[in-house]
């Protein structure tokens, strides 16, 4: 079976600070993408960041960053210099060639406090 | 990225009468759209996939007779929530990608609350 592991159902952190949202992942694919989707208050679903199973070097997107470890199947996102536009639900996700459809973790709600 | 708009953004309803929710990809052509739901603090439950010009495949569990999906061009899909009840009420949310390639991103459009009373 393929899924998506958040371990951290919520999380709360000060403003500025650094935070770790972690994710495992099973599938049994070797071709596949992962991403980190975030969902604000207004439930728009936005890619915060996307990475390629192949690629090696690890995805940024200016204060996100991810941790792809392939062989642990784990893909934590990194945020710095956090801001309380962060303040957000996080999935975490994956697609395979597969299936092409999207696995959704069940998310972590992150809050940013001033 | 690409846009994705959903109308209405909030439906209210009477209990047995039909909801039909649209989506549509403002600025690229979505080969391929899929619909969610999402229940209040939850994760999104994918419904069903469709490909323009074809019928959808829905996920195990979902009444086709009941959530009707229509795409019937490369920009508009629609959702028809059929002689809806209360346990239909929910957030929907559809998104799509070009389909041109697995694993393209998808882009999602912005939801749509069902209240059935």
């Known amino acids: 079976a393929q899924t998506v592991t958040q371990s951290q159902p919520e999380m709360s952190v000060q403003e500025a600070e650094t935070v770790t949202l972690s994710c495992t992942y099973d599938t049994s694919e070797n071709n596949y993408y992962l991403f980190w989707y975030k969902q604000p208050p207004s439930r728009q679903m936005i890619l915060v960041i996307r990475q390629e199973a192949y690629k090696q070097q690890n995805a940024t997107e200016n204060r996100f960053s991810v941790n792809f470890q392939k062989a642990a199947k784990s893909f934590s996102l990194k945020i710095s210099d956090s801001q309380l536009g962060d303040t957000a639900m996080y999935f975490c996700a994956f697609i395979t060639a597969r299936d092409d459809k999207i696995i959704f973790g069940k998310g972590t709600r992150l809050h940013i406090l001033p | ?117």
């Open chain 2, 1 to 117: 990225g690409a846009v994705v708009s959903q109308h209405p953004s909030w439906v209210i309803c009477k209990s047995g009468t039909s909801v039909k929710i649209e989506c549509r990809s403002l600025d690229f052509q979505a080969t391929t759209m899929f619909w969610y739901r999402q229940f209040p603090k939850k994760s999104l439950m994918l419904m069903a996939t469709s490909n323009e010009g074809s019928k959808a495949t829905y996920e195990q569990g979902v009444e086709k007779d009941k959530f009707l999906i229509n795409h019937a061009s490369l920009t508009l899909s629609t959702l028809t929530v059929t002689s809806a009840h209360p346990e239909d009420s929910s957030f929907y949310i559809c998104s799509g990608n070009s389909g041109v390639r697995w694993g393209e991103t998808q882009y999602f459009g912005p939801g749509t609350r069902l209240l059935v009373l």
